[in-house]
């Protein structure tokens, strides 16, 4: 072969060598280029928005602001709370996307609560104020949000366990009571409000019993019965309600008569797991002999009749006697012999029942004796 031929086949290898190595390198740039857009592209895209930036920033402003309080730098009951946006997080909270950047947040207030029921347990006065509202306020926001729904009944749970007496507890209670379908939890969270028990005054119970009537476990509540002087005490130290809070609780269709008294009498005692009774000074009372005998003989209608006009009075802020209160042989009675007769005539009620006089237990022998005493059959 000419040589002239052979260089020129030999420059066509070397230019197509070339020339596919060209192609390569290209191929190789383009894909890398292609590489690197779509990795800006879904940076770009993955990048957080504004609103989330935002709801961040103050997620992050709260959460500072709540572990200012958890370390002592903010004094428990004083100072000015600032705004923690609470119309804000409610807005944030209905959004599922907002979940991950929340719950750091419910779990910030969720052991600020922690903090500030255990104060609450050393410090029998102490309501935790300002602070206190403002936990109870957060908490709700997430309460009212579908997409909190796995962490309500652990909010509610430990509300129900340790948030009695905390400022805002029991409205914050209430507001959830009818959110929750779980039979479990809401015996836990109406227990919430038999706390109120232990006080002379049930507001707090009373309120949620009108909002929520009928309620079951409001009736698992026991009564104190008896001589009206010592029945304040016997109420708040026994934990028990009598008659003049049966009608706010559903009990007793009208508290100022004496003619459904009966009968709310004796459903309330059926009801009670416990029946608490102060005597007072008629286990000496001979009238009540007499009385007895009236019952067990005619029935009570005709000493309920007499003790009807004398409430009239009462309920009519006229003066009324000594002499106008209803006698039976040479004794007065009252209402209190009629509830002793119901307890003493029923196995039942008798055998759940606890006397007492002048506040100190009555042995049940005496008692049993005294009721042996009164039979007329």
Request: charged share 25%; net charge positive; with cysteine.
């Amino acid at each position: 072969m000419p040589i002239f031929l052979f260089q020129r086949r030999l420059f066509a290898t070397w230019a197509l060598v070339l020339a596919f190595s060209a192609l390569g390198y290209f191929s190789e740039a383009v894909a890398a280029d292609a590489t690197r857009c779509r990795v800006e592209i879904g940076a770009i895209a993955n990048r957080p928005s504004k609103e989330f930036e935002l709801v961040s920033k103050k997620v992050g402003a709260l959460r500072t602001k709540l572990k200012s309080i958890q370390s002592g730098e903010y004094r428990f009951g004083s100072g000015t709370w600032p705004s923690p946006v609470v119309e804000e997080i409610q807005t944030l909270a209905k959004q599922t996307g907002n979940y991950e950047t929340l719950l750091p947040l419910l779990n910030d207030t969720l052991k600020l609560f922690d903090e500030v029921a255990a104060k609450l347990a050393k410090e029998k006065d102490f309501t935790g104020g300002r602070v206190a509202t403002e936990i109870f306020k957060i908490l709700n926001a997430f309460c009212a949000s579908p997409s909190f729904k796995k962490e309500f009944p652990g909010i509610l749970e430990a509300v129900s366990a340790k948030g009695f007496g905390l400022s805002g507890a029991s409205r914050f209670m209430t507001a959830n009571f009818g959110r929750s379908k779980n039979p479990e939890l809401r015996a836990k969270m109406a227990h919430f409000f038999l706390h109120d028990l232990a006080e002379p005054e049930r507001s707090t119970l009373i309120n949620f019993a009108k909002k929520f009537p009928g309620t079951e476990e409001l009736k698992q509540i026991p009564i104190a019965l008896g001589v009206e002087e010592r029945l304040g005490q016997l109420k708040v130290r026994t934990r028990s309600v009598d008659y003049k809070e049966w009608e706010p609780l559903g009990w007793m269709a009208d508290s100022t008569s004496i003619g459904p008294f009966k009968e709310a009498l004796l459903k309330a005692a059926d009801q009670a797991p416990a029946i608490h009774f102060e005597i007072g000074e008629l286990l000496n009372d001979r009238t009540m002999k007499a009385v007895f005998k009236e019952i067990d003989q005619k029935g009570d209608q005709n000493l309920l009749n007499d003790l009807e006009k004398l409430y009239e009075k009462f309920q009519n802020e006229e003066a009324v006697e000594a002499t106008d209160r209803p006698k039976l042989g040479n004794g007065k009675i009252s209402i209190t012999s009629l509830e002793l007769y119901w307890i003493l005539r029923n196995p039942a009620f008798l055998k759940k029942t606890t006397f007492y006089q002048k506040g100190k237990p009555v042995p049940a022998g005496e008692i049993n004796r005294f009721a042996q005493s009164l039979s007329s059959r």
